[in-house]
Nanobody, 122 residues
Framework: QVQLVQSGGGLVQAGGSLRLSCQVS??????MCWVRQAPAKEREFVVS????????DYADSMKSRFAISRDAAKNTVYLQANNLKPEDTAVYYC?????????????????WGQGSQVTVSS
């Protein structure tokens, strides 16, 4: 059984930064992703990274301000969010695909974290 436990998030002023963490437990050779969901909106892909590493795959609108990283020793994936804007306000989820190659489709991911609220004030 794979479990994802998220930490981080909170309230930040526009222009500020946050780092979200996602600790993975259980056997997994999964690609990981971050997805966000704003109120009354569909889930939105942010970034994914393959199990083997390599270059992450960012949504075009996210590449300049978001960065994914992974600490294999800690089984933890991070999302660094910089120069945050009010429109970045959303619940951010990490997810594991259960397959080594990532996807931009949120429904391709099987295991999900509990979500982290990020609120950006103007």
């Amino acid at each position: 059984q794979v479990q994802l436990v998220q930490s981080g998030g909170g309230l930040v002023q526009a222009g500020g930064s946050l780092r979200l963490s996602c600790q993975v437990s259980g056997r997994s050779s999964s690609a990981m992703c971050w997805v966000r969901q704003a109120p009354a909106k569909e889930r939105e892909f942010v970034v994914s990274i393959n199990w083997s590493g390599g270059s992450p795959d960012y949504a075009d609108s996210m590449k300049s301000r978001f960065a994914i990283s992974r600490d294999a020793a800690k089984n933890t994936v991070y999302l660094q969010a910089n120069n945050l804007k009010p429109e970045d306000t959303a619940v951010y989820y990490c997810a594991a695909r259960g397959f080594p190659i990532g996807s931009r489709r949120p429904d391709a991911y099987y295991y999900w974290g509990q979500g982290s609220q990020v609120t950006v004030s103007s």
